[in-house]
């Protein structure tokens, strides 16, 4: 299986900050990789897909880059309804596999 | 608008057996890759299953041989089929729709079924 490591595990930060967070997989995924935010009691919901193309509905503050094992997601300027926990998965091969999550705190 | 929307989860020993369904609307079930994803309390996401347009299933090893994904067209919803239960298969179960390179990541989520397996 393909591992995905993200750092930092949780970060404090205020409003207006500049955020990134950081995934690496284990061996290359190209760049099938998906980025999630999830909320306290809520189902994850989809950032990110194919390392940088964000949803239709998610704000151009978010962006994603990086290719092969390293990626980032970045958060130009935090807002208060971006404190949640972030997950990066990869969907290059089966079993898609997700990292462990970085909580971003206020 | 696309719904899905998780039943059937609650507490059972270990050794049981539970069935979660999934009711998809806007959008056909039998079309589309559907998965089970579940989060432990406290813990990450781990995908349990998937189920192919065309039938075919995968499974994580930790669930393989005791979970059975399938789906009943008529009433556009997926199922999971939980036996032999384990305490460490207590977590919160989400149906989601597969998307992208062979339906691996997901699009929608449903709101989550709690399975609590304890003695």
């Known amino acids: 299986d393909i591992q995905m490591t993200q750092s930092p595990s949780s970060l404090s930060a205020s409003v207006g900050d500049r955020v990134t967070l950081t995934c690496r997989a284990s061996q290359g995924v190209i760049n099938y990789l998906a980025w999630f935010q999830q909320k306290p009691g809520k189902a994850p919901k989809s950032l990110i897909f194919g390392a940088s193309v964000l949803r239709s509905e998610v704000p151009s503050r978010f962006s994603g880059s990086g290719s092969g094992t390293d990626f980032t997601l970045t958060i130009s300027s935090l807002q208060p309804e971006d404190f949640a926990t972030y997950y990066c998965q990869q969907y290059y091969n089966y079993p898609p596999t997700f990292g462990q999550g970085t909580k971003v705190e206020i | ?119």
């Open chain 2, 1 to 119: 608008e696309v719904q899905l929307v998780e039943t059937g989860g609650g507490l059972t020993q270990p050794g049981g057996s539970l069935r979660l369904s999934c009711v998809a609307s806007g959008f056909t079930v039998s079309s589309n890759y559907m998965d089970w994803v579940r989060q432990a309390p406290g813990k990450g996401l781990e995908w349990v299953s998937v189920l192919y347009s065309g039938g075919d299933t995968y499974y994580a090893d930790s669930v393989r041989g005791r979970f059975t994904i399938s789906r009943d067209d008529s009433t556009n919803t997926v199922f999971l089929q939980m036996n032999s239960l384990r305490v460490e298969d207590t977590a919160v179960y989400y149906c989601a729709r597969g998307w992208g390179y062979g339906g691996k990541t997901f699009d929608y989520w449903g709101q989550g079924a709690l399975v609590t397996v304890s003695p």
